[in-house]
């Protein structure tokens, strides 16, 4: 089994882009997923339609703000590579207790899209955090995890859910 290295360090332990520019374009999809335990006052308010806040719709706000979010992950993210994204789509919905966040974006490109997919998720639920701290602040962002991803060197897809 060979050691496996972190890709944006050089030889000498510096930071640095990985170069892409021999890779060779293939479509590359990634997917993510943020869940939201926002507490029961907040849950209520979604099931009873009344989540509208100055701002506007939560969900929408949310889906809007993830995929800006997207867009901007390079500005974002030391050394991730600027793409322009061929698609990008968040999805959110309430389980339970929870808000559950996911996203799914694609390209064909030289580089993946995987921190594209986190940071849509990422912005999302930070969205629905500040659209909804007025009615509490007792609000847990559980987790983000990427979720699969296809293309380039290796495909990926949690096999815990």
């Known amino acids: 089994m060979s050691k496996k290295t972190f890709s944006h360090v050089d030889k000498s332990g510096n930071p640095t882009m990985v170069d892409v520019s021999a890779k060779q374009i293939s479509r590359r999809t990634a997917k993510a997923q943020a869940i939201i335990l926002p507490g029961k006052e907040i849950i209520d308010q979604i099931q009873n339609n009344e989540l509208i806040t100055r701002k506007g719709p939560v969900f929408q706000t949310a889906i809007i703000a993830g995929v800006m979010g ?3 992950t390079s500005a974002l993210i030391p050394f991730c590579h ?3 994204l061929d698609n990008c789509q968040i999805r959110i919905h309430v389980a339970g207790e929870r808000i559950i966040i996911d996203s799914e974006a694609v390209i064909e490109a030289k580089t ?3 921190m594209e997919a986190l940071t849509a998720a990422t912005v999302a639920a930070l969205t629905v955090y500040d ?3 007025a009615i ?3 609000i847990r962002i559980q987790e983000i995890k990427l ?3 296809t293309g380039g060197k290796s495909d990926f897809k ?3 859910e």
């Open 70 to 72: 997207a867009k901007q």
């Open 82 to 84: 600027p793409i322009g």
């Open 112 to 114: 993946g899209v995987e």
């Open 131 to 133: 659209m909804c701290k």
């Open 136 to 138: 509490s602040h007792d």
């Open 147 to 149: 979720m699969e991803k």
């Open 158 to 160: 949690r096999d815990d």
